[in-house]
């Protein structure tokens, strides 16, 4: 029993810890878009240099014969869905206060319910969309006082950064049957640095050296946040470790008040709670109805 509490104890720290790197991830997209470097060449840089801790990690645990493949075009599409979530998200990280857009990125749980619904034909009960109306009810609660909000580009390209990366989700469990996650990861960075990298004739900017620095270490801090979410889930139930992914909320709050003098507005701590409780709950159902089944 001691040898199970600490693993789940162990799993839940590197879920925590996992949420740390999103988080700061996050400031270092909103540090360098700030001094003027395209998102695109960002995501270049975010997944050239995740290779890092991904690669080293795939040599110490599954060996490389892991990135064998039998679902080439499933890769194809997760990445695909994957990457419009990335390029959203890193848009609106740069348009948004920090904790807004961490806040809105929440919603993605609700997301994966409707997609669930439309593209996996999961039965849906009404508990589960009751919660998704809840939640939606709780970005509404984040863009008040000012409904204008609701149409901002930046709230915008959250929420739909949000969907692709529901969708991405998706797209995950429809070929998880046969390809490890490392395997997933590691085609989702390669395709990532090849958008980036594409993107290189339509204009980058030259970093100095301290903006290089940070786009490097962001690469880093981002392939490390991946495998520790990873290493959560072979340690501890995704039911126990999952609720501890909207910690990413205090340190986005304690990085955007201490870097950019963003303290979070109430209405925002208020309705990431909502989605945070309603994304626990379908969690919850979720888990529940695998156990009945």
């Known amino acids: 029993m001691a040898i199970v509490n600490n693993r789940v104890a162990l799993g839940i720290g590197l879920r925590v810890a996992a949420m740390v790197c999103m988080a700061s991830l996050a400031a270092m997209v909103k540090w360098t878009a700030g001094q003027g470097v395209p998102v695109l060449e960002i995501i ?18 599954t060996g490389f014969s892991v990135l064998k493949t039998r679902r080439p075009m499933g890769h194809l599409g997760r990445s695909v869905i994957g990457l419009g979530g990335m390029v959203c998200g890193f848009s609106a990280v740069a348009l948004l206060p920090l904790v807004d857009a961490t806040a809105l990125s929440f919603t993605a749980p609700l997301f994966m319910t409707g997609l669930a619904f439309l593209f996996l034909k999961e039965r849906i009960g009404p508990h589960r969309w009751a919660a998704v109306a809840v939640g939606f009810a709780g970005v509404v609660i984040m863009v008040h006082p000012d409904p204008a909000n609701m149409a901002g580009v930046g709230t915008l ?14 797209a995950i469990r429809q070929i998880v049957d046969t390809e490890p996650g490392p395997t997933i990861v590691f085609y989702f960075t ?24 940070v786009l490097i270490l962001g690469g880093v801090v981002g392939g490390t946040g991946q495998l520790l979410l990873t290493e959560a889930l072979r340690r501890a139930p995704v039911a126990v470790v999952a609720p501890f992914d ?39 159902r979720e888990m529940r109805r695998f156990r009945v089944s």
């Open 44 to 61: 270049f840089f975010r997944n050239a240099f995740a290779f890092i801790p991904i690669c080293f990690y795939i040599w110490r645990t």
């Open 157 to 170: 390209l959250a929420l739909f950064g949000a969907l692709c990366a529901a969708g991405a989700m998706i």
């Open 190 to 213: 390669l395709a990532g640095a090849a958008l980036g990298l594409l993107s290189l004739p339509f204009g980058w900017s030259i970093p100095n050296l301290a903006t290089l620095g």
């Open 246 to 284: 909207y910690t990413q909320l205090v340190w986005a709050s304690l990085i955007g008040y201490l870097v950019w003098d963003e303290p979070p507005r109430s209405a925002t701590l208020v309705g990431a709670a909502v989605v945070a409780a309603s994304g626990i709950y379908i969690l919850y």
